[in-house]
């Protein structure tokens, strides 16, 4: 499980609208990148939910043998922040469809 306070930290930074997410530990330390769309898509008993997303990292630099353990953990990243933002009831949808 992904701890906020050990692995990641939402900064003040905004690009392009986007809020910057900085990894402050482990093995992706220093690499900045913002979430470029997310998508939740529920099959038809609303009993799963599958979540789709883009990204771009914008400080720091992964190999590219790392490229799908980082595009594993933004996900596993992206799944904990929006379970928080649902149990404090904080999910803010901002357009799309």
Do not use: H, R
């Amino acid at each position: 499980m992904i701890k906020f306070d050990e692995w990641a930290i939402l900064t003040n930074d905004i690009l392009n609208g986007f809020q910057v997410i900085k990894l402050i530990q482990g093995e992706f330390k220093d690499i900045g990148f913002v979430y470029e769309s997310v998508a939740v898509q529920e099959n038809e008993e609303k009993t799963e939910a599958k979540i789709s997303f883009t990204y771009s990292i914008i400080s720091g630099f992964v190999p590219d043998d790392k490229l799908n353990e980082f595009k594993q953990f933004t996900g596993d990243l992206l799944s904990a922040i929006l379970q928080e933002q649902l149990e404090k009831g904080d999910v803010v949808y901002s357009g799309g469809v």
